[in-house]
C-alpha cells in the first residue's frame, strides 16, 4: 500500500509520525480555475491609480491555512483601500 500527500509539508507531517518513506508518493492537487479565469479576465489589467490595492486567498477554507489570522491582521491595519477577495469553498461548520 502507498501513501498520497498532497504536498511535501503533508509528507514530512506523514514522515514526523513515522509513516515510512518508501511508501508516501507526493501527488501535487490542483483547484478548478475556471470561475477564477472568467472574474480576471472581467477585471482590468492594469493597476488603475486610485483602485483600492488587491490581495486574494486561493485554497481551502480551513483552520490550518490561516484566513482567520489574514483577517484579524487587516484589522490591524490602518484604514486604507484594501479589498480581499477570497477563493475557496466554505465549509459548512463553526469555521465556515
Given amino acids: 500500500k502507498r501513501i498520497i500527500a498532497l504536498s511535501e509539508f503533508q509528507k514530512t507531517v506523514f514522515l514526523n509520525n ?11 492537487h490542483g483547484i478548478e ?6 472574474i480576471l479576465a472581467a477585471s482590468p489589467k492594469q493597476c488603475l491609480p486610485n ?10 477554507i480551513v483552520a ?9 491582521a487587516l484589522k490591524l ?3 486604507t483601500e484594501l479589498e480581499l477577495h477570497v477563493y475557496g469553498k466554505v ?4 469555521y465556515g
Fill in 18 to 28: 513515522g509513516y515510512p518513506s518508501s511508501r508516501i508518493e507526493v501527488m501535487q
Fill in 33 to 38: 480555475t475556471k470561475e477564477l479565469d472568467q
Fill in 51 to 60: 483602485a483600492p490595492a488587491r490581495l486574494g486567498f486561493i485554497g481551502s
Fill in 64 to 72: 490550518i491555512k490561516g484566513l482567520h489570522i489574514l483577517t484579524e
Fill in 77 to 79: 491595519l490602518p484604514a
Fill in 91 to 94: 465549509p459548512e461548520n463553526e
